[in-house]
Structure formats: C-alpha cells, structure tokens
C-alpha cells in the first residue's frame, strides 16, 4: 500500500565487509590490479585459507554507495510528488536487501562477538536517529498544533524505541484511526524493521558459528537463510492480500528482502572462492616442471561463461529497479509479489556489479555515490522537514517539495561530519563504549517525547481520560441545545474530543472479519430490542440508541462494520487496498441473522452516504430494503451527517480553540442521498430524520465546526459522541415518537 507508506532508507554503510565475486585488497588497489578472492581469504561464506595466510579486508564497493544513490533519490522524489517516478517507494526495498547483503557479509566474513556487532549496529544507527527525533520534538512543539504535538510525543517514544512499525501497523489497521495525517516519525517504521532484523540476524548467524564450522556451518546458514525468507514471501503475500499495512509495515513481511540480500552475498562467496581456485590451479600449472604437461584448469571456459551470465543479469537487475520506480504507482499492490522485481534487482546487481567494468562504473558515479553517501541522514531528515511544513502551510505543490527536500540536505550533510562519522570511527572500539553511545542515543529522544507531551497536556488544558457530561439537548426546533442550557468554553475539550467515541467500540468488527459477535446494551434480558445496522457512520449513534433503548427497558443490539456500506453494492477498501470482500459477506450474514432472532422492535439504520455513484446507492438501497422490510418490523433511516472532509479537533487545536474557525463549504459537506430525496423511504415506509440542516444550519456557504459551544466532529467525519448524546432527545422523538 504506497499511498500510506513514506519507505525510508537503509542503516548501513556499504563500507561493512563486503562480499562479492571479485574483491580489491587494499595493496592490490594501491597498485592498481583486482584480485580474485583465494580460498581462505576473508569472504562472505567466511572460508578459511589453507595456507593460513591472515585475512584480507574487502575493499570498499563504490558501486553499492551508487545503489544507495538511486534508492534514496528515488524515494526522495516520490515524496516530493515529482512527476515520474510514481513507484519511489521500492526504494526502501532496495535498502532492505543491500542490508541483508552487507550484514550477512559482516557476520559470516570475519569472527566477531554479539556484543561487538551490536555495539557496532548502535554507533552506526542510532546516533543520527536521534539526533533527528530531538530536532523533530523541538520543531513539532514550536510549530504543531498541542494535538499534533500529542501524536508526535507517542511516536518519539515507539521511534526511539525501535518499535514504530508496529505503532503504525496499528494505526493503519484502525479504521478510525488511518484518517489521521502521516506523522513526522512514520518513515521511522523501517529503522525498526531493520534492527529487528539486526537482533534476529545476528543471534542466528553468530549461533550457528559458534556450534558449527567449516561446510556444516555455511550449509546451515544457507538454510537458515533459505527457510526464513521463504517464509516471510508466503506472509508476505497472504498479508498483501488481506492487510496491506500488516503487509508493508510489519517485521514478519519484510525479511524475505533481506534474506535476499544475504542470498547473494552467500553466492557471491561461493562464486569468488571458485573463481580464486582456478587462479590458483592456473599458477600452479604455469610453476610446474618443464617436462611435465600442465595440470587441467577446469572452469576456465565455464568462468568466462559465468561472466557473461553475470552481465547480463547486472543489467537486467538494474532495469528492474528502475522500470519498478518509473512502472509502478500507489495502485500497485504492495510489497507482494510486485516486490520481487525490485528486491531480484537489486540483488542480481550486488551479485554481478564487480563482474562488469561498465555496469559497476555506471552505478559509481560521482553524483550517485555522493547521494549514497549522504542517504541514511537525508532520508531520516527529509521527512519530518516535509511533513511538518505541510501541517503547518497545508498542501503545498511538487516543486516546493522538492526544494524543502533538497534543502534537508543540509542538515543531513552536517549529521553526517558531526555525529555519524565522529561516533562511528572517532569513538572507542570497545563494544562497551558503543553500547553507551546506544543507550544514550535511546534515552535523550524518550526525554525529548516526555517533555513534549507534557507541553502539549498543560496546552490543552488537561487529558483525554474523563468522559464528558453531555448538555440537555433540545427536542425539536433550530436549536441545538434545550431552552436555558449553555456550554462554556468547549464540550468536549480539545484534549478528548479526538477520543470522543461512543462506547462499545468493540461492536465494530475488524475489516477482515465478516460476521458480528453478539453485541447488547441496556436490558440484554428484554426480548424487545432495537437494532443499530450500518457501518461506522452508523456506529457514532450508538449513545443515541441506547438513550432509546433504555428510556423503554429494551436492549440494544449493534450490529456495524467500519467502512462497509449497508446498501448492496461491492466497495474497494482503501485500507486493505482490494475490493472489500468481508464487506459483502458481512453484509449477507447480518440480513440473514435478522431473520432467524425474534422481531426487532425498531431497525436504526444509517452510513456514510458516499459509495459508488448516486445511481449505484439507488440500486444498492432498494436490494437491501427489500431485504429489511421482509422482517416485518418499523424501520428508520438517520441522514449522513455533514462530511468536513479535515480533522476538526487538530484545526481547533491550531486554532486556539476558537468555536468560529474550522468552518468547512457546504457544497462538498453533503452529497444527493436517496433515502431522503429519492422517493426510497416512501415508498418502503421508512422513517426518517434528517439532522443535516441542524448541523449546517442556514444557506450559507460554510458549515460550522462548532455549535452552541458543542465540538460536532472527532475526526474527518465522524460526530463526537457528546453530540451523539446531545441528539438523543431529538432522535427519540423523531423515529420513535409515535409509538
């Protein structure tokens, strides 16, 4: 799901260890030759030279930090909305398998502690990150909204953390909470993705080395590696195809790309030690006695053949990813299977860009290596730069994006000279000396998070805990509250009216669940009851319901589903990111199970009023009332409420709480509604209540926000509960006032 998703970069320098099919030591460099790697030099497999001969450090591979190049510029400007690479976000895949090839190398290439690699994994990540986060706090409680300040104190905590793709996960798994504005700290999901690969790499690898040697240690880590990406692509795409941000955000659907990575880097070695073998069969040949035939080089044809299949996979790897970033777009089902063509790319490019002088020249240019250099502190300080001037200038056009994200570079390249290079190679080596550094880069961000939320508590006057006491609401008439009522200041404050739901909130069943559990209010034991049914715009009625229900000692049964319109038509979920299949079952489900309880008493129903087109909703209506009516019992249809379309709470917040700001256009509040003006309840005997005109009262161009002190909306669309009770009077006698 690209559309939710800003992929960020990866941690790790391509300056680690690096396997590959033709290493450059440092003296051969110095002396202007390559070298094949001899069988016990150091590799990736970490095979041990016979001759005993110490190990040479691989040399630094250009072409990987020209990788890193174009993955981070791709990502950059897919962010910045620049036309043309509308598939940017593959980027993050890139970086993902670059990891699992520079971290496998690492581990299996030379002979290191757990504490060192993680000693080492702290002074490289975190210090920048956390840099970041404290100048994150710093300009989100200068510049946000206390709301927004709120949020971004609970997402300091879960990105200094090292968990913050599961905080997103959940997030975007919330149907009520995925219409809320990307946060400043959403890119930080894939640095906890990536060290949670880092702790799990790690204790494997480094276990496996410790119990095992030789080939029986090299066959279990190609296993390992084997078993535990091929269980992550099969989640991967099962969780593409049944919960897009499980899919993208979650650790389980993204190691498959590292495993990648690793696979090449493993093949890498085994390849450079078959290429070092010929060499030293050759030599041996050429040393041998006069009179004696040379020895047989096996492999010489096969290797020159093996180059050859080398290029051309480095070439169509590189036209991989590109045709990924320029082909693919937020439609793409994603990571899934459109993600093997990037991370295949990618890795076909790691494996065979030392094997062709051109290719590897390509990706190591100047400009390329230079962004790949700068990647890590540029992605971490692009986006909270974007976000943040967004929240507070609105929607702002590609080429300012782009200036902003060229100007993070800034930042970035002092990060760079003043944190990440001091710390990674001016500090002590100790791995005790590193993990200070981590501890350190862990607990400032967790103090900057705690300063900022207490500055936003104290700014909006208090918390979220209390429910509010909802005014006496009139029963007919203009007005919204009864004769003699006021409000003074807001109800409900600016601190709850985002968590202004109405109780029960478990009554509203997962997306990807197509069946209802028993929900009951008031008196479950009454065999008359009142049934709520629709979706989440049903849902905020439930106060109001169970006002009715319980002025009459009857239960209340709810029986909604977020996002699924109760008219039979077949909608596509944004969330999920495919046609919203449980929607239709649940839909099925929940008519039949009307049919087989005892008669309701009332059937309350509402919804969004915005699936499909007008003519669609018609049809979709007249199948369910068809359905409805069957049952025998009195029907009642509640009006959509008015749609502001922007999260009213943050604008008051940002607004200082002012009841006359936050209006919103009529003409786009409300769309043509065939219950109320297409004849529907007529001519099926349904009674309804339109409360649009009270909440949008006169002709005028703009709704309020704000009525009678009353905050109205707890989101982009959704009523607050306080309201929802402040109705009940009117509700009460508008569909049950005859009985």
Not at 236 to 243: E, G, K, Q
Request: charged share 15%.
């Amino acid at each position: 799901m690209p559309t939710a998703v800003p992929p960020p970069t990866s941690s790790t320098s391509s300056e680690e260890l690096l396997p590959g099919v033709v290493r450059v030591d440092r003296q051969a460099a110095a002396a202007g030759t390559t070298s094949a790697s001899a069988p016990g030099t150091s590799s990736a497999s970490g095979i041990v030279a016979s001759t005993g001969e110490p190990r040479r450090r691989a040399a630094f591979r250009p072409d990987i930090e020209g990788l890193r190049g174009i993955a981070v510029l791709s990502v950059l400007a897919y962010h910045a909305a620049v036309p043309g690479p509308t598939g940017g976000f593959v980027g993050v895949d890139v970086f993902f398998v670059i990891s699992g090839f520079l971290i496998t190398g690492l581990l299996t290439g030379r002979p290191i502690g757990l504490w060192d690699f993680a000693a080492r994994r702290a002074r490289r990540i975190l210090p920048a990150a956390a840099t970041v986060l404290v100048a994150t706090a710093a300009a989100g409680g200068a510049l946000l909204d206390p709301l927004r300040g709120t949020d971004l104190a609970h997402d300091l905590i879960a990105a200094a953390g090292q968990f913050a793709n599961w905080r997103f996960v959940g997030q975007q798994t919330d149907y009520l909470a995925a219409e809320h504005d990307p946060s400043p700290l959403q890119h930080f999901w894939s640095l906890g993705v990536e060290n949670q690969f880092y702790l799990l790499w790690g204790v494997l690898l480094l276990g496996l080395a410790r119990y095992l040697h030789g080939r029986r240690r090299t066959l279990a880590i190609t296993l390992a590696t084997l078993a535990v990406g091929g269980a992550s692509l099969a989640l991967c795409l099962r969780w593409t195809a049944t919960s897009a941000p499980l899919a993208y955000f979650s650790t389980g659907s993204r190691l498959w790309e590292f495993a990648a990575g690793a696979c090449a880097a493993l093949l890498g070695s085994a390849l450079a030690a078959r290429t070092a073998a010929g060499t030293v069969a050759r030599t041996a040949g050429r040393s041998g006695a006069r009179d004696l035939a040379p020895a047989p080089v096996a492999g010489r044809g096969s290797g020159r053949a093996t180059t050859w299949v080398l290029r051309l996979l480095g070439w169509a790897g590189l036209a991989a990813v590109l045709g990924s970033v320029l082909r693919y777009d937020r439609t793409t089902p994603f990571p899934g299977a459109a993600a093997l063509l990037p991370v295949l790319g990618t890795a076909a490019l790691l494996l065979a860009a030392p094997a062709d002088r051109i290719l590897g020249g390509v990706l190591a240019g100047r400009p390329l290596r230079a962004a790949g250099r700068l990647s890590y502190a540029w992605y971490l300080w692009h986006w909270p730069v974007l976000t943040i001037a967004q929240a507070r200038y609105g929607q702002l056009t590609w080429p300012v994006l782009l200036a902003l994200t060229a100007a993070s570079a800034l930042p970035a390249w002092l990060t760079l000279r003043l944190v990440e290079q001091p710390l990674r190679y001016g500090s002590s080596p100790a791995p005790r000396r590193g993990l200070a550094v981590g501890a350190s880069a862990l607990v400032i961000p967790l103090i900057a998070a705690l300063t900022l939320g207490g500055g936003t508590v104290r700014a909006l006057g208090g918390t979220a805990d209390a429910r509010t006491v909802a005014p006496a609401g009139a029963v007919d008439g203009p007005a919204l509250l009864a004769p003699g009522t006021r409000v003074l200041g807001l109800t409900p404050s600016l601190a709850r009216a985002r968590e202004d739901f109405p109780p029960g909130k478990g009554c509203e069943i997962p997306l990807n669940a197509d069946s209802s559990p028993r929900c009951l209010f008031g008196n479950q034991d009454s065999p008359d009851r009142i049934v709520l049914l629709g979706d989440s715009h049903a849902g905020q009625w439930i106060s109001a319901g169970l006002a009715l229900a319980e002025q009459r000692h009857w239960a209340l049964e709810v029986l909604v589903k977020p996002g699924c319109p109760l008219a039979t038509l077949t909608v596509r979920n944004n969330v999920l990111g495919r046609t919203f299949d449980e929607c239709d079952r649940w839909r099925e489900n929940t008519l039949t199970r009307l049919t087989s309880g005892p008669k309701p008493r009332l059937v309350l129903f509402s919804g969004l009023n915005r699936y499909g087109s007008q003519e669609e909703r018609t049809e979709g209506w007249t199948r369910t009332l068809d359905r409805l009516t069957a049952l025998g019992a009195p029907l009642a249809y509640l009006g959509d409420t008015p749609m502001p379309g922007k999260d009213i709470p943050t604008c008051l917040a940002a607004s200082d709480g002012r009841s006359d700001a936050c209006f919103f256009p009529r003409d786009t509040a409300f769309e043509p509604d065939p219950m109320l003006d297409g004849g529907l309840a007529a001519r099926y005997g349904v009674r309804t209540l339109d409360l649009g005109p009270l909440l949008c009262p006169g002709s005028g161009a703009s709704c309020p926000a704000v009525l009678e002190g009353v905050v109205l909306y707890r989101d982009t669309g959704h009523i607050t509960d306080t309201l929802a009770r402040v109705l009940a009077p009117r509700i009460d006698k508008g569909v049950l006032g005859a009985q």
